[in-house]
């Protein structure tokens, strides 16, 4: 049968807000227990309503929830929580968003008994158990005074061994800490990183190797090293310490510019892991807790599973330390997010979530001896529809000042549809938040439902983004609303100029920090038509004086000093440049929101309705930093496509009623 010939915009999808909603799941912190052969995960679906429950796979295969309602496995320190949940020999602890308190959850009776007191000001996470497993070790966010400059982060031990809920502080004084990790061949040993404030997780951070005094008493550190990050002066990130089964420590850093992988003896020295320093990253910036991009393998310490990023697109490999070489295993896969080291049999294995932009994110074992590997399970309930899902073009692009950017070109794709001889379909110009983060190749439902109704993508990795190396990362040091706007602007130019997408069509969307490129975008260049902007940023000012502990200082390092370059953060504000947004916009925002909270949206809504622009401002109830309950998700993707119709003058097959303030002053 012939395809239908319709306008872009009005193609007809089977991917649909149900579709999206209904059928897929969010895997995350997926765990083993090695002596039961248990697999364990995080499971946030529509079936749990924005819960986020603890999933159990038996040995044999079968699957049963774990933390039933109301528990809701979910930290929020940092804001991103991750981390939430670790497993112990016959049980597992976890942290209950409800009151904030750890629970031990014995597996086979799925009784959860508190372990810390209950007071809902104390969150925590990141849990280490000890290998006695008398006790343990996880990072404690302390809210009691609740203000970003009073907000107390330290390290804390839970003893196991006494049935009253307890905890006592191990270490205080920096701003942050993560990822305390056990020696396994010397249990009193253990290390973990910290960091202060200006910096960032990706900017500077302290490495601790540390000495235990355990006694049934209590659990002191006796002494430290420090191994990593003594000179402020010259900024080295590192993260991810683990320890392989003979003792030795490995960690990620990026002194020579990309993060890789080093190790370090007791007693010895550090070394860099492979020959020579890489231009790879092996690992994403740390901004929830709990990544794992390497692990020893079971059979031999001295080689490690890793995944890395090369040119936007995740690969696999095995290094060897004694030989100090990579082998890389080829797969279908072009984003790995998380790797751990497992035996199938008597084989070396991996536990790997992986996916594609035609394969939706899953959890598979991969066999190193066969290099073959079994679905364990799937992010996706249904089937990758055939002549639907767009393939990205990996562009380089060139931007201001004569350097290249990055982005990931998505064409409208409908196996049913074609459009006028002629015409060119829309743009949706996306601006990752962050805004020290990476798009990348995965199957996003969101995007291919644009492109399947006729709309063409474009996923911009600007100047700032990760899985380039620091010196592509540090470009938007001072430079934020500049950088990243120019190379959105410059990607829309280039598509424009290249003849795929209609010129006066053309929208810039984006969440978060994405947000606020979107809004400076429209405030600060000539080049879109329209803006929707997911939970955004209006004002730098109020970012910087009303945001949490995480990202205090966050500005300072992507602006300037506050409020020494007041001038600067104002000047950059699209609330302050409202006058020169000449498009309509959108705006879509959670009540509960933490990180950047509503009255940014509502600065800039008012703003531009006093000015007679087209805007359409739409509030959920009880969302936060994203949007988690279903029928929110489903509003807002309906909502933007509605309001993106009316813009460009199409009609969505599926569009539902908006309230767009001033609508009658479209297209004047």
Same mark, same amino acid.
């Given at each position: 049968?012939?395809?239908?010939?319709?306008?872009?915009?009005?193609?007809?999808?089977?991917?649909?807000?149900?579709?999206?909603?209904?059928?897929?799941?969010?895997?995350?912190?997926?765990?083993?227990?090695?002596?039961?052969?248990?697999?364990?995960?995080?499971?946030?679906?529509?079936? @749990?309503?924005?819960?986020?429950?603890?999933?159990?796979?038996?040995?044999?295969?079968?699957?049963?929830?774990?933390?039933?309602?109301?528990?809701?496995?979910? @930290?929020?320190?940092?804001?991103?929580?991750?981390?939430?949940?670790?497993?112990?020999?016959?049980?597992?602890?976890?942290?209950?968003?409800?009151?904030?308190?750890?629970?031990?959850?014995?597996?086979?009776?799925?009784?959860?008994?508190?372990?810390?007191?209950?007071?809902?000001?104390?969150?925590?996470?990141?849990?280490?158990?000890?290998?006695?497993?008398?006790?343990?070790?996880?990072?404690?966010?302390?809210?009691?005074?609740?203000?970003?400059?009073?907000?107390?982060?330290?390290?804390?031990?839970?003893?196991?061994?006494?049935? +009253?809920?307890?905890?006592?502080?191990?270490?205080?004084?920096?701003?942050?800490?993560?990822?305390?990790?056990?020696?396994?061949?010397?249990?009193?040993?253990?290390?973990?990183?910290?960091?202060?404030?200006?910096?960032?997780?990706?900017?500077?951070?302290?490495?601790?190797?540390?000495?235990?005094?355990?006694?049934?008493?209590?659990?002191?550190?006796?002494?430290?090293?420090?191994?990593?990050?003594?000179?402020?002066?010259? +900024?080295?990130?590192?993260?991810?310490?683990?320890?392989?089964?003979?003792?030795?420590?490995?960690?990620?850093?990026?002194?020579?510019?990309?993060?890789?992988?080093?190790?370090?003896?007791?007693?010895?020295?550090?070394?860099?892991?492979?020959?020579?320093?890489?231009?790879?990253?092996?690992?994403?910036?740390?901004?929830?807790?709990?990544?794992?991009?390497?692990?020893?393998?079971?059979?031999?310490?001295?080689?490690?599973?890793?995944?890395?990023?090369?040119?936007?697109?995740?690969?696999?490999?095995?290094?060897?330390?004694?030989?100090?070489?990579?082998?890389?295993?080829?797969?279908?896969?072009?984003?790995?997010?998380?790797?751990?080291?497992?035996?199938?049999?008597?084989?070396?294995? &991996?536990?790997?979530?992986?996916?594609?932009?035609?394969?939706?994110?899953?959890?598979?074992?991969?066999?190193?001896?066969?290099?073959?590997?079994?679905?364990?399970?799937?992010?996706?309930?249904?089937?990758?529809?055939?002549?639907?899902?767009?393939?990205?073009?990996?562009?380089?692009?060139?931007?201001?000042?004569?350097? +290249?950017?990055?982005?990931?070109?998505?064409?409208?794709?409908?196996?049913?549809?074609?459009?006028?001889?002629?015409?060119?379909?829309?743009?949706?110009?996306?601006?990752?938040?962050?805004?020290?983060?990476?798009?990348?190749?995965?199957?996003?439902?969101?995007?291919?439902?644009?492109?399947?109704?006729?709309?063409?993508?474009?996923?911009?990795?600007?100047?700032?983004?990760?899985?380039?190396?620091?010196?592509?990362?540090?470009?938007?040091?001072?430079?934020?609303?500049?950088?990243?706007?120019?190379?959105?602007?410059?990607?829309?130019?280039?598509?424009?100029?290249?003849?795929?997408?209609?010129?006066?069509?053309?929208?810039?969307?984006?969440?978060?920090?994405?947000?606020?490129?979107?809004?400076?975008?429209?405030?600060?260049?000539?080049?879109?038509?329209?803006?929707?902007?997911?939970?955004?940023?209006?004002?730098?000012?109020?970012?910087?004086?009303?945001?949490?502990?995480?990202?205090?200082?966050?500005?300072?390092?992507?602006?300037?000093?506050?409020?020494?370059?007041?001038?600067?953060?104002? +000047?950059?504000?699209? &609330?302050?440049?409202?006058?020169?947004?000449?498009?309509?916009?959108?705006?879509?925002?959670? @009540?509960?929101?933490?990180?950047?909270?509503?009255?940014?949206?509502?600065?800039?809504?008012?703003?531009?309705?006093?000015?007679?622009?087209?805007?359409?401002?739409?509030?959920?109830?009880?969302?936060?930093?994203?949007?988690?309950?279903?029928?929110?998700?489903?509003?807002?993707?309906?909502?933007?496509?509605?309001?993106?119709?009316?813009?460009?003058?199409?009609?969505?097959?599926?569009?539902?009623?908006?309230?767009?303030?001033?609508?009658?002053?479209?297209?004047?």
């Amino acid at each position: 049968m012939a395809p239908t010939v319709a306008p872009y915009g009005e193609w007809k999808s089977p991917i649909d807000v149900d579709f999206i909603t209904s059928s897929t799941i969010t895997i995350t912190n997926m765990r083993k227990n090695e002596r039961t052969g248990d697999l364990f995960w995080c499971e946030l679906s529509g079936a @749990t309503n924005g819960r986020t429950t603890i999933m159990v796979r038996s040995a044999d295969g079968v699957n049963s929830e774990l933390t039933p309602a109301p528990f809701h496995a979910r @930290t929020c320190v940092h804001e991103y929580g991750g981390g939430a949940f670790t497993v112990g020999s016959n049980y597992v602890i976890s942290s209950n968003f409800a009151d904030n308190r750890l629970y031990k959850i014995d597996v086979a009776t799925k009784e959860a008994t508190p372990l810390t007191p209950d007071n809902k000001a104390w969150r925590y996470a990141d849990v280490e158990i000890h290998p006695s497993e008398k006790f343990f070790i996880c990072v404690r966010e302390d809210h009691t005074v609740d203000t970003p400059q009073t907000v107390v982060n330290t390290l804390v031990v839970v003893r196991l061994d006494t049935k +009253e809920p307890n905890v006592e502080v191990l270490t205080e004084g920096a701003d942050f800490y993560s990822a305390p990790r056990f020696n396994p061949v010397n249990p009193s040993e253990f290390a973990y990183y910290s960091w202060n404030h200006p910096f960032m997780t990706w900017d500077h951070t302290q490495l601790y190797y540390n000495y235990l005094d355990i006694s049934d008493a209590a659990v002191k550190i006796a002494s430290q090293t420090l191994l990593a990050g003594a000179d402020k002066s010259h +900024e080295e990130s590192t993260n991810q310490p683990r320890f392989a089964a003979d003792g030795t420590l490995y960690f990620m850093n990026d002194k020579t510019g990309f993060w890789n992988l080093y190790s370090y003896k007791a007693g010895g020295n550090i070394e860099l892991v492979l020959q020579e320093p890489v231009k790879t990253e092996f690992q994403d910036p740390a901004w929830r807790f709990a990544a794992r991009s390497y692990y020893p393998l079971k059979s031999d310490p001295t080689k490690i599973a890793s995944s890395y990023t090369k040119d936007g697109v995740g690969r696999l490999a095995v290094i060897d330390v004694k030989t100090k070489t990579l082998k890389d295993i080829p797969t279908e896969f072009q984003v790995i997010k998380s790797v751990y080291a497992t035996t199938s049999g008597q084989d070396d294995a &991996l536990l790997l979530d992986v996916g594609s932009y035609n394969i939706p994110e899953q959890v598979i074992l991969y066999n190193l001896r066969t290099n073959t590997y079994e679905i364990l399970m799937k992010s996706s309930s249904a089937e990758v529809p055939n002549g639907w899902i767009s393939k990205p073009e990996p562009l380089t692009f060139k931007t201001t000042g004569g350097r +290249e950017a990055y982005a990931l070109f998505y064409p409208p794709t409908n196996a049913d549809h074609v459009a006028p001889e002629g015409t060119r379909p829309p743009l949706r110009v996306l601006s990752h938040g962050g805004p020290t983060a990476a798009y990348q190749s995965n199957l996003n439902w969101n995007i291919n439902y644009f492109t399947s109704r006729g709309f063409a993508c474009v996923a911009v990795n600007y100047g700032g983004s990760t899985g380039y190396g620091r010196e592509f990362r540090n470009r938007l040091r001072t430079q934020w609303g500049v950088v990243d706007v120019d190379d959105c602007s410059n990607v829309a130019i280039h598509l424009v100029e290249r003849g795929d997408v209609d010129k006066n069509k053309l929208a810039i969307v984006g969440g978060s920090a994405g947000g606020y490129t979107t809004l400076a975008c429209l405030a600060f260049r000539d080049v879109f038509k329209a803006g929707v902007s997911h939970y955004g940023i209006g004002e730098l000012e109020t970012l910087a004086k009303d945001t949490h502990k995480f990202e205090l200082l966050y500005p300072e390092s992507l602006i300037g000093p506050y409020p020494a370059a007041l001038e600067l953060y104002r +000047e950059r504000s699209p &609330l302050y440049s409202a006058d020169k947004i000449t498009c309509p916009c959108a705006f879509f925002q959670g @009540t509960e929101d933490k990180v950047v909270p509503p009255n940014q949206a509502e600065m800039m809504v008012n703003a531009l309705k006093e000015r007679g622009l087209p805007v359409a401002f739409v509030l959920f109830e009880g969302e936060g930093h994203g949007f988690r309950i279903p029928k929110n998700i489903q509003a807002a993707l309906q909502g933007e496509v509605t309001f993106l119709g009316k813009i460009f003058d199409f009609t969505p097959f599926d569009a539902v009623p908006i309230d767009i303030i001033n609508e009658d002053a479209i297209g004047k």
